[in-house]
């Protein structure tokens, strides 16, 4: 048993856990689950897992603990699928050095798997959705695209199976990289990019911020295969609504591609980290990522705001 454990550790048969936590240091809480993106258990399990994570690295963060939710309907589907979920989770908590500690768990007619998750992080030193600042650029360190990815698996279109890899291969990934670069390089903005898309979360840090943003378009990173899917209407219901919300409240250069505007906002699962940084920064953040194996891109930089005028720009 992991020594951070005091208490209710497998074998103890408690309804609770008592975890040590280290001297000076704050506590992140995240909680988030949903139901199967992809169709093999313990890929979905992983994938549930990276995203309540996300939350933490967001943060700047070191996830210290966390604990399973799950919904599952015991009495329609073998119990081998819930062996597989929960190992796919566990995977992505001890790749991220955090103490498995738990759970709940209820008989439901719907799938469902995530984790509450409990990090800590430096007090003095975190980044969060009202820390960009006039002047810094913006990296994205994951490609845009899996609602509509998500969508194809779902409907098990022709060739689905190779998608579903793409998906674990990127939703299934740590952003952990992403939360070391804010410690090390001291990142006071940031935020995942998850449910709202990328140009909502981008919406959400400009007005907590106080700033306006520009993004880049064309700069953003598409997944294989989703701009194509999204042209072929595969632009899941949760993405037409960010766009329908989100897209009023922004303003778009003429002549971009209607499509590609379409993928800004894209609902993601287990999405990349916008990284708020300093222009003398961004070269070595950049480095940070690449040298970890995140395939990142700079889309965008955040201006003064300026009355009477959104604070998103796409351009």
Known sequence: MDDRVLAGGPGDNEDAAIVSFPAGK??????DFFTPTVNDPFKFGRIAAANALSDVYAMGGEPWSAMNIVCFPAKKLP???LTEILRGGMDAVLEAGAVPSGGHSVEDDEIKYGLAVSGVVDPGRFASNRGAEPGD????TKGIGTGVLATAVKGEMPGFEAVEDLLFRVCGRLNKAGGTVIRELGLTGAT???GFGLGGHLLELAQASGIRIELRMDAV????????MASMGMLPAGSICN???????????DGLDPIRLDMMFDAQTSGGLVLAVKPDLLDRALDMLE???????HIGTAHVREDGRP???IV
């Open 243 to 253: 766009r329908n919300h989100y897209l009023p409240h922004a303003e778009a250069a």
């Open 221 to 228: 990173p598409v997944l294989e295969g989703a701009m194509e």
């Open 79 to 81: 119990m081998e699928i």
């Open 26 to 31: 704050a506590l992140v809480q995240t909680v």
């Open 291 to 297: 040298r970890a194996g995140d395939p990142s891109a």
């Open 311 to 313: 604070q998103l720009s």
């Open 192 to 194: 995942d990019i998850t």
């Open 137 to 140: 650029e913006l990296i994205l």
